[in-house]
């Protein structure tokens, strides 16, 4: 377990649906009402049609690897002491072009080094599972499909 991580502000009214739903469990993506494109991270404009309308759709948490890295020193020193752990990027089913970061763990709760490196490829199936890291923060990390 990781203390003290720096955690992402959640009360931002463009993404605070994002956050709500990781409360839940569920993974959500906006959808633009005009066109019906879906688009992470979130942000107030459609890139396709430019409409501001939109909802928020849950996807089904699956994915692959799209690619993924093992930072390295110099990093922040709560991140320093776990070092190496992975970071991924995650390409979701519903759409490729929908990318997640995040870290590849055995368990929702478990350590973010813990999986060993040699073992994680690109394309491999991922789903998400939720962290709760307090009251507020549930933060999205993947698990092998
Ligand atoms: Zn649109």
């Not at 993974?27 to 396709?48: D, E, H, I, K, N």
């Not at 690897?65 to 995650?90: G, K």
């Not at 599972?129 to 923060?137: G, K, M, N």
Request: hydrophobic share 40%; net charge negative; aromatic share 8%.
């Amino acid at each position: 377990m990781i203390e003290d991580i720096p955690l992402p502000s959640i009360d931002d009214p463009l993404d605070a649906p994002y956050w709500d739903a990781a409360r839940r469990g569920e993974l959500v993506v906006q959808t633009c009402s005009t066109c019906g494109r879906r688009r992470f991270p979130p942000r107030p404009m459609c890139p396709a049609c430019q409409s501001f309308d939109h909802t928020w759709e849950r996807v089904s948490g699956k994915g692959r690897i799209w690619s993924f890295v093992f930072p390295h020193p110099p990093l922040l020193p709560v991140f320093a002491q776990i070092a190496p752990y992975n970071v991924i990027v995650v390409e979701l089913t519903e759409d490729p072009s929908l990318r997640m970061v995040g870290n590849l763990v055995r368990a929702a709760d478990g350590p973010i080094n813990q999986v060993d490196p040699a073992t994680i490829t690109i394309g491999m199936p991922v789903r998400v599972v939720f962290h709760r890291v307090d009251d507020e923060v549930a933060l999205a990390r993947w698990v092998a499909d």
